[in-house]
T-cell receptor
Framework: EPEVTQTPSHQVTQMGQEVILRCVPI?????FYWYRQILGQKVEFLVS????????KSEIFDDQFSVERPDGSNFTLKIRSTKLEDSAMYFC????????????FGPGTRLLVL | GDSVTQMEGPVTLSEEACLTI???????????LFWYVQYPGEGLQLLLK?????DKGSNKGFEATYRKETTSFHLEKGSVQVSDSAVYFC????????????????FGQGTILTVHP
């Protein structure tokens, strides 16, 4: 069964460093999403991406964040200068283009900013 | 804006007990409703969904009915198993802006379920 994959599973970085989180969505999907979950809090939407551009973003997704689909398979989330409060689990999701398609989630990347 | 409220957890049950996890929502449009489950060390998996009022979603013995009049989507199971121990998330989605696919998911805070033998 096709699945969304994410790398790395865990990342530890120093405050102020750039990190890139990688996702491989399901191959025939065209909508891509990033969510995050700070420990003990809700899963929060960050951004959705379709047709090589951002289709919707939340207030959390400020200028420190960017997304890219550099090739036909990867979907990345970059945080330019990490802050302590960026420590969270980051989930990638993808969905197809049919009416009312389900979003399928990856296993997540746990980011720890020191 | 849209929001989802789940019952406070954690919930601890004995095997074969009945489960209900309450979920209520606030939405501006006509959302679709979902229950996702997260097993230890894994990502979010769709458990069931309902796309319009009075629809019942079901999977693996779990059920939830979309109640527009009470803005609720409570998750139920008649007899839980140890393997059901996980975190359960209620979520909603309005249609994607300008498209037919779902837009962003808005999640509740999650309910930790632990089932003992």
């Amino acid at each position: 069964e096709p699945e969304v994959t994410q790398t790395p599973s865990h990342q530890v970085t120093q405050m102020g460093q750039e990190v890139i989180l990688r996702c491989v969505p399901i191959s025939n999907h065209l909508y891509f999403y990033w969510y995050r979950q700070i420990l003990g809090q809700k899963v929060e939407f960050l951004v959705s991406f379709y047709n090589n551009e951002i289709s919707e973003k939340s207030e959390i997704f400020d200028d420190q964040f960017s997304v890219e689909r550099p090739d036909g398979s990867n979907f990345t989330l970059k945080i330019r200068s990490t802050k302590l409060e960026d420590s969270a689990m980051y989930f990638c999701a993808s969905s197809g283009t049919g009416t009312r398609e389900t979003q399928y989630f990856g296993p997540g990347t746990r980011l720890l900013v020191l | 804006g849209d929001s989802v409220t789940q019952m406070e957890g954690p919930v601890t049950l004995s095997e074969e007990a009945c489960l209900t996890i309450n979920c209520t929502y606030t939405a501006t449009g006509y959302p679709s409703l979902f229950w996702y489950v997260q097993y230890p060390g894994e990502g979010l998996q769709l458990l069931l969904k309902a796309t319009k009022a009075d629809d019942k979603g079901s999977n693996k013995g779990f059920e939830a009915t979309y109640r527009k009049e009470t803005t609720s989507f409570h998750l139920e199971k008649g007899s839980v198993q140890v393997s059901d121990s996980a975190v359960y998330f209620c979520a909603l989605s309005d249609p994607h802006p300008g498209g037919t696919s779902y837009g962003k998911l808005t999640f509740g805070q999650g309910t930790i379920l632990t089932v003992h033998p």
